[in-house]
């Protein structure tokens, strides 16, 4: 093939410079061909990566098309026009998707054969014969340098036969390998042509087959039924923006309409409450377990309004909202201001649990007034000078068993508060029924002489804030503060460790600020010094997000349902006595009936005995059971005994 260059052959036994020199253009121009060929058969490659990928998608879409009549849509209800234009789209896209599979074979066979057999197998066996190549031109020069290296005055006939030999060996290694290596170069230049025209070659056929089998499926019905779903198509368009429109039209309408409605509480001037109601939708907002929040007050109204309509079944008559106009004022008076949520709790509490009550509803007035209790108990009486104040949560409070322990005046087992609490403790509190979380910061603590008055806290709180502000005291521990029916607990919000327990029965006396509700504290009685008797009393002073009223209110409901709780276990372990004691008589009668049912047997028995010869006289004869005949013999074994005594 004329104008394809060559290596000479002939020359490869002499491997004179020049002939090194060319070798070296032509192995530069392999390793062109071969960056060049790899990047090819990479783009090739992916042609045939998209192709495969072309074919399964349309192969998916056609099965998805196929599917949709067996789908149900909420809102699309039995469509079957788009089912039956649906099916016939997804005829045609599997007949695509058969041509597309075609076409993928069509390359694999004629676009990627060709140019991966080049890459695999022409290209590898020139870097092959190249390496072999190297190492015998390397052995070759080597036993040329020992030869040179012979002495011509000390000539060792062995010694010059040995290198001899190797020079010779090496030379013809080297001269068939650079044969077979110019010879795989010359091939080289006629391989590269193919290599690069075959698979283009093969492409072109495979896309010229493919367009002519679609040009085969897409006959005049096609494009006729084509032709209809795009003006179906834009009929549907020209619906949808002539629906928008409409509907922007109404936004901006209510928009205008609806601004004053943007307020949380409108006006009810503007916006009566509707007394009338006996139906309403809407979202009131869950606050603990029974109390619902509305938005605004006059959806509180209404909605009090239309439960008490639908209570009274005014739905149920001819006219609903006529009917409900005329007991609207019955409805008024019956719908009383709900009282609040402390109101409840303070007439649920028991008179053993007051004094809590008196810190909570004596909460008015400000921190600097002097209350009445204030003013004939003097300040030493509440809190003593100089009493050391703890601006940190280092001191363990935690009891064995909540409502025991130190806090009545018995021993306690203290733990570690940066520890986790005792197994049996952590179960209590799992099963308490109530699990309220607040977020605090620790102010202080210290020591307090009476916990029975809420001026206790107020005062405490007064010279703890004195206390910071004189010694320049900002930093404040944050915790999480969880409200159980057995105790309190301060938790770490990293590390969720508990870092103080207080048993509640131990807080004898909780309250907030009187103008600052963020503030508020609580009194803890425990054991302290070396006697166990020794009651001390301690205020923890707190900071919350303005949520001390909630807390107290937490606090109270929880002592609450702990005393429920308690007042049930007792009737219960009443009952559980009154049935052991019922228990125990019902089997002291049994045993007494039975020991009486023993002794007529015996009775009986013994005076069968004693009349044995009047019975054999008159020709009677008593018949015994074993059991009766050995307790006869057990009772003449005695009298003997007896007698002989």
């Known amino acids: 093939m004329p104008g394809i260059d060559k290596l000479p052959i002939e020359e490869t036994l002499e491997d004179s410079p020049q002939t090194r020199s060319l070798l070296g253009v032509f192995e530069e121009d392999a390793t062109a061909i071969s960056n060049y060929m790899n990047q090819l058969y990479q783009a090739m490659h992916r042609i045939y990566d998209a192709q495969n990928e072309l074919s399964a998608a349309t192969h998916l879409t056609s099965k998805l098309l196929k599917e949709y009549e067996k789908q149900r849509f909420p809102l699309g209800g039995d469509d079957e026009v788009m089912s039956s234009t649906l099916q016939q789209f997804s005829k045609v896209i599997d007949e695509l998707s058969s041509c597309h599979a075609v076409l993928s074979t069509q390359l694999a066979d004629a676009m990627m054969f060709p140019i991966t057999q080049f890459k695999e197998r022409d290209l590898k066996e020139i870097l092959t014969l190249k390496e072999v190549f190297q190492i ?87 494009e006729e039924f084509l032709t209809n779903i795009g003006t179906s198509v834009q009929n549907v368009r020209r619906e949808m923006d002539s629906d928008v429109e409409t509907m922007q039209q109404t936004i901006e309408d209510l928009e205008i309409a609806s601004d004053p409605l943007y307020v949380p509480d409108p006006d009810p001037t503007k916006f009566p409450v509707n007394r009338n109601l006996t139906r309403k939708a809407g979202y009131l907002n869950a606050r603990k377990s029974s109390i619902l929040q509305a938005e605004s007050k006059k959806d509180h109204e209404e909605w009090i309004c239309t439960i008490n309509n639908i209570s009274k079944q005014i739905y149920l008559s001819e006219n609903p909202e006529e009917t409900a106009a005329r007991v609207n004022q ?137 206390a910071r502000a004189i010694h320049n005291i900002f930093r404040m521990t944050e915790s999480h503060l969880l409200v159980t029916c057995d105790c309190l607990k301060l938790i770490d919000p990293q590390t969720q460790v508990t870092r103080l327990t207080f048993p509640l029965p131990s807080v004898v006396l909780y309250a907030t600020h009187q103008e600052n509700k963020r503030l508020f504290g609580f009194v803890l009685r425990i054991s302290g010094g070396r006697s166990e008797s020794h009651l001390s009393s301690i205020c923890y002073i707190f900071e919350s997000n303005n949520e001390g009223e909630k807390i107290c209110d937490s606090v109270g409901l929880a002592k609450q349902i702990a005393l429920h709780a308690e007042l049930d276990r007792r009737a219960s372990e009443k009952q559980k006595e009154i049935e052991r004691v019922k228990e125990k008589q019902q089997k002291e009668l049994s045993k007494q009936k039975q020991i009486e049912k023993d002794l007529e047997e015996q009775s009986r028995l013994i005076a069968a005995s004693s009349r044995p010869n009047q019975a054999s006289s008159e020709g009677q004869f008593v018949v015994l059971s074993s059991s009766q005949s050995e307790e006869s013999d057990l009772g003449e074994e005695g009298k003997k005994r007896e007698s002989e005594a």
Not at 165 to 180: A, I, L, N, P
């Open 330 to 466: 019955s409805a008024l008076e019956a719908v009383t201001p709900s009282p609040s949520f402390q109101q409840r709790h303070e007439s649920l509490r028991p008179v053993g649990q007051s004094r809590p009550s008196t810190a909570r509803t004596s909460s008015s007035g400000s921190l600097g007034s002097e209350s009445t209790n204030l003013a004939a108990l003097s300040l030493d009486s509440l809190v003593a000078p100089d009493t050391p104040i703890q601006f940190d949560i280092i001191s363990p409070v935690c009891e064995d068993q909540p409502g025991q322990g130190k806090a009545s005046g018995q021993g306690g087992r203290r733990t570690n508060p940066f520890g986790e609490s005792g197994g049996g403790t952590k179960s209590e509190t799992e099963d308490s029924i109530l699990h309220q979380l607040f977020i605090v910061r620790f102010l202080g603590s210290m020591e307090v002489k009476s916990d029975d008055n809420p001026d206790v806290v107020y005062e405490t709180m007064r010279q703890i804030l004195a």
């Open 136 to 222: 015998a031109s390397n052995d070759h020069d080597a036993a040329i340098h020992r030869y040179s290296r012979l002495s011509k005055k000390r000539e060792n006939d062995k010694a010059k036969y040995e290198v001899t030999e190797d020079v010779y060996t090496s030379r013809k290694k080297q001269h068939q390998t650079m044969m077979h290596y110019f010879c795989a170069l010359n091939t080289l230049q006629y391989k590269k042509k193919i290599a690069l025209l075959e698979p283009l070659l093969g492409y072109m056929q495979a896309q010229i087959s493919f367009f002519k089998m679609g040009s085969e499926n897409l006959n005049e019905q096609l």
